[in-house]
């Protein structure tokens, strides 16, 4: 098989202890390089990872003609800029959640896709799982009746400064940490966009960071609402209610790759065989553009993503819906 060749963006750790080896298991991704602007780091990460080059920039591995595909894991507000140049050089680009800032910068995108014919794709591996793929079948199929309301929690406990997701003006915060799935599962089970969104924001006093978040977006056949914070104990848990039944998500974000994933219907619990979220993440992207075909999630659908962001963040101030 030809396998793509992929570069890795940097040596966060989410690439190095999660996507790095799942990709490296599938058999449509090989990982080629990867770089850091700390060259020691690059070197270190490419002799534990077994990856033959390493690179002291970001500039350099774009630079490397024989990299195909690069998956960008930078903090939230270098995904753009690099995403752009990483385009610009020729590379496809698998980008880390949330893709951007805000919508205005996601739509950039847009531009450069078309203008170098390179796919971008943002990193929402939970939309491949098979958990959530047969959650969603059996909503489709009428299996709990009309789904009229989604309900989520998704919260952990985090309050180190020094942690990026800690700093506001890099993209920092509940919302767009994590909030974004509660988002992008709601719209993508909906098949729809929210036709108006609630938002109410706590932020923290030192930092400027949302810490609890909780979000109602109203569409056309029901509701979703979630809440989501970095100041509380580790929990995660979806739940769709139908006219007849439910379907609870137990471990929705998170799945594990070393043990069966699991559902509730009703009353009844459906097992998922062990798998490997970024994997199957890698495998779908690097098979659509083997193949020439359409990738798993189009990139229109993350811009959408950031307009249901920026109104749960406009709400919080105005205190009021915000039209979709």
């Not at 943002?122 to 489709?140: D, G, K, S, Y």
Request: glycine letters at 6%; charged letters at 20%; proline letters at 6%.
């Amino acid at each position: 098989m030809n396998k793509v060749r992929w570069g890795i963006l940097s040596t966060a750790n989410i690439a190095l202890a999660k996507v790095i080896p799942a990709m490296q298991r599938s058999p449509w991704c090989e990982i080629t390089a990867i770089a850091s602007r700390d060259l020691s780091k690059a070197q270190r990460a490419a002799a534990d990872l077994n990856i033959p080059n390493a690179y002291g920039s970001y500039e350099q591995l774009l630079a490397d003609n024989t990299v195909e595909a690069i998956y960008n894991p930078l903090p939230n507000h270098l995904h753009v800029p690099w995403t752009v140049q990483a385009a610009e050089a020729g590379k496809h680009v698998l980008c880390e959640k949330p893709i951007a800032l805000n919508a205005t910068e996601a739509r950039a995108l847009i531009d450069v896709r078309d203008r170098t014919g390179m796919r971008i794709q943002e990193a929402f591996m939970v939309r491949t799982h098979p958990q959530w793929l047969e959650t969603r079948r059996l909503i489709r199929t009428g299996r709990i009746g009309s789904l009229r309301s989604i309900t989520c929690f998704f919260s952990y406990f985090n309050p180190d400064p020094a942690n990026i997701r800690n700093h506001l003006e890099f993209g920092g915060g509940a919302l767009m940490d994590i909030g974004c799935y509660p988002i992008t599962i709601s719209r993508w089970i909906y098949d729809a966009e929210p036709q108006r969104v609630l938002g109410l924001i706590e932020r923290d006093a030192v930092f400027g960071t949302d810490t609890l978040t909780t979000a109602v977006l109203e569409f056309s056949e029901g509701h979703s609402t979630f809440t989501c914070s970095t100041r509380l104990a580790p929990y995660q848990r979806m739940i769709f209610h139908g006219t007849e039944g439910r379907i609870e998500v137990l471990i929705p974000f998170n799945a594990p790759n070393d043990q069966l994933t699991q559902i509730l219907l009703n009353d009844e619990l459906i097992d998922f065989p062990v798998c490997d979220q970024y994997e199957i993440q890698g495998s779908l992207f690097s098979q659509a553009l083997r193949e020439n075909r359409e990738q798993p999630i189009p990139l229109e659908d993350a811009i959408n993503n950031m307009v249901v962001i920026d109104a749960v963040f406009k709400s919080a101030i105005s205190s009021a819906f915000i039209r979709g």
